[in-house]
């Protein structure tokens, strides 16, 4: 391997040893370890061609996959190899794997989700491709300037991306505008305007790398390079024109979660990347099979919430336009090859289209849906409108041209069921199917928790890494002294590492004997982080109060970006890095109450905190948090949860056992009624003397002295549209921290409670999720059979 990577940085990198920076002997070493992968990868192809097998085609938006390094090294088995290769060259391995840039094409939990599935379809061996856009820029880049966030251009790909293919010869032209002409009853649809597709293959190899499929990102590229003629002219600016409009699409990645905008550009990206994987996958149909009847037979397409609803007009558009179907053959064998996931309930996140926009951008395609709208009316009159109030309704037709529709946990499925589908739901009975989340324990786990992880490893082998289920048998260590010992032992060693890594990046000295008290995800009002300051500041003041009390320890830790036009998040950061501003220079509490919050939440990131953490906070206004994934992998990592009934939390807590894990708050049902009362916040704020005395120090500029009426706005909707319950779980979500405070103390019965929740944790692979959705959507198996295994 040594030898390898000295040819690789010569050959392919045009390095001398002695002048490589750490940089080429990265590149170096990924494209050894990317030889390596080529052979397994090619030969998954073909056997999956040979076999005709189904393939799986999951199009999302977001791909957030983070580094991809240590992935390719351990699904490898190289983990030794590489680390002594690197050192015998006399460099820093540590220092070499940590210099790759994060893959940040994606916001949140949706686009982290496609990389789990990635992941568990190469380890079942089920033949897939993930499309989706290649961003020049992921998501942003978040900094503090005085505490307020400040956003920056991410850039990933300034320095060259080792592990992709650019594919040349795989280009598809996709059309924007025009209008649509009809030739004895078939119609021709003539865009007025053309992009290039280009993909770019970045191979995906599961676990022991036995199996490996592709993500494919595509990367808008003018038609033309630029206009000979007007350069000629010498007008250089309009000779290059058709370019920057070209790749303005696949530019950037829209930064809002769980808000839509409404913008032009953003329906462009969204049919831009689902025109070119549609077009693929029926190309390599056609090529394979011949047969466009057979289509489903060989394609399940998975749509990643609505973004690629198009994918459904776009298929029918194809089978009727240019292979001459008729319009209610098509919809039908287009239904048989979609299925649709929900992935939240949030009125502001469906996505809704205005008409005359959509004539504009893809004149044929309204057209079809205006059938597909007859043809459901037709069957089941009173049917749920897509066009309604003059917009297109993606959920609407994402819904009616799927043939399945699942969520994403147990209880935001039968919310889908009672709430925004509730209607399509009467008539579709079946439709609907829950598949709840998970996650892969390849990067969550085996990659992230070392320490932990070869713990269980000697005490179960390493077949639990592709078995997850197998951590069951932790169970019986509960009341182990030694391994108990061994267990606190490995969590205290990720605190320390994570109080170096803090004291580096924020300055800020941590006690790793303190609880960690962790919430990272994206900032948003119901997620409720706002609640988790409140309660801090109440901590504050008890300590103060009362310093002779026998206080558990706590370091709070934050980490989160606001979508740049989410003004409430921003102030909401804002207001966390103000207040921990004035505690942490409290010394009344010191080596009592912390609180951090290093900028930029990114998936590696997540690596470091999550194996640090004792307590998860998962504290979302119970409805609202569709699953969680978050809180999957801090459970898994041995941190016990702080939650509220919501999302995956309910199926966790039944998991892990209701005596561990930390529930308070109202519940799905309570909340609903409780918005119904009239002034349920002031209430809340009346009954509550601790709450009250909070809001007041904020409101008087407590923790902004510079500006004392800075944090006006968000108390001033805490007492008027508390829309989110903050106030009324208030009370019960501070005794039950007390509560943990407590437990905290008997340090060896939590090290108990957090070992039952490693243990418990297995049915959360996202392994399972992938052979659920296997089983009850994609009919799809794995080609590597019992008898290759056996063999
Ligand atoms: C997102 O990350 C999620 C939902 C969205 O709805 C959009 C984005 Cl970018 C359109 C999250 C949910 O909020 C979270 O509860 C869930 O676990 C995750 O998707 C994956 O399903």
Not at 51 to 75: C, H, Q
Not at 357 to 386: K, T, Y
Not at 614 to 622: G, H, K, R, Y
Not at 702 to 719: K, N, Q, T, V
Request: proline residues 4%; glycine residues 8%; charged residues 25%.
């Amino acid at each position: 391997m040594k030898n390898d990577i000295l040819k690789r940085l010569r050959y392919s990198l045009g390095k001398d040893a002695g002048a490589a920076s750490v940089q080429d002997w990265r590149m170096a070493l990924s494209l050894v370890l990317r030889d390596q992968l080529v052979d397994v990868w090619l030969d998954s192809a073909r056997r999956a061609e040979v076999n005709a097998s189904k393939r799986v085609y999951y199009l999302s938006m977001e791909f957030l996959i983070g580094r991809l390094i240590e992935d390719m090294i351990s699904n490898l088995g190289l983990d030794a190899a590489a680390r002594d290769a690197v050192e015998a060259l006399g460099q820093d391995y540590d220092m070499i794997v940590h210099d790759e840039p994060d893959a940040a094409l994606g916001n949140g939990g949706l686009g982290r989700l496609a990389a789990c599935f990635m992941d568990s379809l190469a380890t079942l061996g089920i033949p897939a491709f993930g499309y989706g856009i290649r961003y020049e820029h992921g998501l942003f880049e978040q900094s503090f300037v005085d505490g307020a966030q400040a956003e920056s251009p991410e850039t990933w790909l300034s320095q060259r991306h080792v592990w992709e293919f650019e594919r040349p010869e795989v280009q598809h032209r996709i059309g924007f505008g025009g209008h649509v002409s009809r030739d004895g009853g078939r119609a021709t649809w003539h865009p007025d305007n053309m992009v290039v597709a280009t993909g770019y293959d970045t191979p995906v190899v599961g676990w022991q790398g036995e199996w490996g499929n592709t993500l494919r990102l595509w990367s808008a590229k003018p038609v033309n390079p630029f206009d000979l003629e007007s350069f000629n002219r010498g007008d250089y600016l309009a000779a290059s024109r058709s370019e920057a409009l070209a790749r303005t699409i696949s530019r950037v990645l829209y930064p809002d979660d769980t808000t839509e905008n409404g913008k032009e550009l953003r329906l462009k990206q969204e049919y831009f990347f689902t025109a070119a994987s549609i077009m693929d996958l029926m190309c390599r149909h056609m090529e394979e099979d011949g047969d466009i009847r057979a289509l489903p037979e060989h394609v399940a397409i998975q749509l990643n919430d609505t973004h690629p609803a198009i994918a459904g007009p776009e298929l029918v558009r194809l089978l009727v336009d240019d292979h001459g179907l008729a319009m209610a053959e098509a919809i039908t064998l287009a239904r048989r090859c979609l299925a649709y996931t929900n992935h939240t309930l949030l009125p502001e996140a469906l996505e809704r289209w205005p008409e005359g926009l959509f004539a504009r951008v893809l004149p044929r395609h309204l057209e079809i849906i205006r059938e597909i709208e007859a043809a459901q009316q037709a069957e089941f009159p009173g049917s749920p409108h897509i066009l309604e109030h003059g917009d297109v309704c993606m959920g609407e037709l994402a819904f009616v041209m799927a043939h399945k529709v699942n969520g994403v946990s147990a209880l935001h499925t039968d919310l889908v069921k009672k709430t925004v589908f509730a209607e399509l739901h009467r008539i579709h009975p079946t439709r609907i199917v829950n598949q709840t989340n998970g996650i892969t324990p390849r990067r969550w786990l085996h990659g992230c928790n070392p320490a932990l992880r070869d713990l269980i490893t000697q005490q179960l082998g390493d077949t639990w890494v592709s078995d997850l289920e197998q951590l069951a048998a932790l169970k019986a260590k509960r009341s182990d002294t030694s391994f108990i010992q061994a267990f606190q032992q490995a969590k205290r060693s990720n605190k320390v590492a994570l109080s170096n890594w803090i004291s580096e990046t924020c300055g800020v000295a941590l006690d790793p004997d303190a609880m960690f008290d962790v919430q990272i995800k994206r900032i948003h009002e119901y997620k409720r982080q706002l609640m988790n300051l409140l309660e801090t500041v109440a901590l504050w003041n008890e300590m103060r109060d009362d310093p002779d009390r026998d206080w558990t320890p706590r370091v709070k830790i934050f980490g989160g970006k606001a979508a740049p036009g989410y003004v409430l998040a921003k102030q909401i950061i804002h207001l966390i890095n103000d207040v921990a501003r004035v505690v942490n220079a409290d010394p009344a509490t010191k080596g009592r109450l912390r609180i951090v919050f290093p900028p930029n939440y990114n998936v590696t990131m997540a690596e470091r905190l999550i194996p640090a953490a004792d307590l998860s906070e998962q504290i979302s206004t119970a409805g609202k948090e569709a699953s969680g994934t978050g809180n999957m992998k801090f459970a898994l990592n041995g941190a016990l949860t702080i939650g509220t009934l919501d999302g995956a939390n309910v199926e966790i807590r039944d998991h892990v056992g209701s005596e561990n894990f930390f529930l308070f708050g109202l519940t799905a049902s309570e909340v609903v009624d409780r918005r119904h009362q009239h002034g349920f916040s002031r209430a809340a704020i009346e009954a509550s003397p601790r709450l009250q005395r909070v809001l007041g120090q904020i409101f008087e500029g407590r923790f902004s002295p510079e500006d004392p009426h800075r944090h006006h706005g968000l108390i001033g909707m805490l007492y008027d549209h508390d829309h989110f319950l903050v106030t009324c779980d208030f009370d019960s979500y501070y005794d039950t921290q007390r509560r943990a405070d407590v437990v905290f103390q008997n340090s060896r019965n939590w090290a108990s409670m957090a070992l039952m929740n490693t243990a418990s944790m297995g049915w959360f692979s996202s392994d399972r999720t992938i052979q659920g959705y296997a089983r009850d959507i994609w009919q799809a198996d794995a080609p590597r059979s019992a008898l290759e295994r056996s063999a």
